[in-house]
């Protein structure tokens, strides 16, 4: 079946401008992910969805940071007022279910959005 | 918080050689570990999970292994295949399966 998908696949933008990057996970999953790549960096996880339940926002890095994921399916993640640090390679996952105390469900990756902020 | 550490160097092997590859984690012990392959501008796909109580876990080529008292696993690719070269990523897990990821160990295979 189909993969996570992302888009775009490269968003160049302007510094104080607001951007939306949208993912699509596997159909029936329930957990997301959105995480941060930047270059030789690990994944910097930003937050997460499982469910009906409330997001974890614990790794938004500020306020300008915002995500939403609309009829537990596709998902947004916006950044208002870019800044050339917010630039990285923005990655999404969805997982079967990211219950806590779970199996411990391996997450499936998008290819990504880079985003370049000049 | 929990910390990932993994060897920043590149690892280069000759082809048919094991590969090993290692993964510290500073703070508590994690329910499980999973290791992920990504190869350049793509996103990361799952290799394997160990859980906290499993010593080692097989799947094809690959091993995995799970020390509680070093806080270290260690990923080993054996009969290595220059297609194998890639950068290889370690998260660990626990509550609400959010993943605390490792900066990666570029591995390449050399024929």
């Known amino acids: 079946g189909a993969g996570v998908s992302q888009s775009p696949s490269n968003k160049v933008t302007e510094k104080g401008k607001d951007v939306e990057l949208r993912c699509d996970p596997i159909s029936g999953h329930t957990a997301l992910y959105w995480y941060r790549q930047s270059l030789g960096q690990g994944l910097e996880f930003l937050i997460y969805?499982?469910?009906?339940?409330?997001?974890?926002k614990s790794g938004l890095p500020s306020d300008r940071f915002s995500a939403e994921r609309t009829g537990g399916s596709v998902s947004t993640l916006t950044i208002q007022r870019t800044q050339q640090e917010d630039s990285a390679v923005y990655l999404c996952a969805s997982s079967l279910d990211g219950l806590a105390g779970g199996p411990g469900r391996e997450q499936y990756f998008g290819p990504g959005t880079r985003l370049t902020v000049t | 918080s929990q910390k990932i550490e993994q060897n920043s160097e590149a690892l280069n092997i000759q082809e048919g050689k094991t590969a090993t590859l290692t993964c510290n984690y500073t703070n508590y012990s994690p329910a499980y570990l999973q290791w992920y392959r990504q190869d350049p501008g793509r996103g990361p796909v799952f290799l394997l999970l160990?859980?906290?109580?499993?010593k080692e876990k097989r799947k094809e080529r690959l091993k995995v292994t799970f020390d509680t008292t070093l806080k270290q696993s260690l990923f080993h690719i054996t009969a290595s295949q220059p297609a194998d070269s890639a950068t290889y990523l370690c998260?660990?897990?626990?509550?609400?399966?959010?993943?605390?990821f490792g900066a990666g160990t570029i591995l390449r295979v050399k024929s």
């Open positions: 969805f499982q469910g009906n339940s409330a997001p974890d």
């Open positions: 160990i859980r906290e109580n499993e």
């Open positions: 998260a660990s897990g626990g509550y609400g399966n959010k993943l605390v």
